[in-house]
């Protein structure tokens, strides 16, 4: 049984430098998936600034009608569907197919993102953009100083939950012929015939970068509560 194992596990990343399609496709996922968590981010900061801002004030309403209409279309239809959308229909003329999975992963992940920082918006109390206001402050001003920075502290094991979900949901992008991490599992299977090791062993690298992420955000939480970085809660 060991030899058997041996033999698999050479036949399926030693052999021919069959392991590259797994470093290689590895590349991929962290590019696409960190690339478009911050092109998420930049997008749901600010769908989720006019949408809070219509809400408490009724202003923007235009932005915020438009802002609905991007929630509503990109929160109704699934994400593969969004990809090959973007991929065979609205960018089609771009080469780039990182560049295209980038694209449709960000707006994906920033219709969700936006309805997480929106509420952590609204959870903040009204008192303080008034005090901001009231200290001179603009209204944008006090929005990005004072009620962002609390709103993201509030949110932010949501917003982590949100990233690990885009990072595994990259793993689709081999429907636009990308090489990500799943789909370099898929060649080595579909070269070697070989079916529990290749994809055992991609669903582990997954396993260990969710983990990874997890470590680092509880990391983060904890850092944020020994320096008594919590805005809603701080008596000082």
Not at 46 to 51: E, G
Not at 141 to 154: D, E, G, Y
Request: hydrophobic residues 50%; glycine residues 8%.
């Amino acid at each position: 049984m060991v030899q058997s194992l041996v033999d698999d596990f050479t036949l399926c990343f030693i052999k021919n430098g069959r392991w590259e399609y797994l470093l290689r496709g590895l590349g991929v996922t962290l590019e696409v998936a960190v690339a478009a968590i911050a092109l998420g981010l930049v997008i749901g900061f600010c769908v989720a600034v006019i949408r809070a801002t219509h809400d408490r004030y009724h202003h923007l309403r235009l932005l915020n009608l438009l802002a609905k209409i991007y929630l509503t279309v990109i929160r109704g239809t699934p994400m593969v569907v969004q990809l090959l959308i973007t991929y065979y229909i609205i960018l089609r003329s771009v080469d780039s197919k990182i560049a295209i999975a980038i694209l449709a992963f960000g707006f994906n992940s920033g219709a969700y993102q936006a309805e997480i920082i929106r509420a952590g918006i609204m959870s903040v109390d009204h008192g303080q953009m008034e005090a901001a206001r009231a200290l001179g402050l603009s209204y944008w001003k006090s929005m990005l100083k004072i009620i962002l920075p609390q709103a993201v502290r509030n949110v932010l094991p949501a917003l982590g939950n949100e990233f690990i979900v885009l990072m595994k949901d990259t793993s689709i992008v081999g429907y636009i012929a990308l090489i990500d991490l799943a789909k370099g599992g898929d060649i080595i299977r579909s070269q070697t015939y070989s079916v529990y090791l290749p994809y055992l062993t991609v669903a582990a690298i997954y396993l260990i970068l969710v983990m990874a992420f997890s470590a680092m955000l509880g990391k983060l939480e904890r850092h944020l509560r020994a320096t008594g970085a919590d805005p809603v809660h701080n008596d000082s």
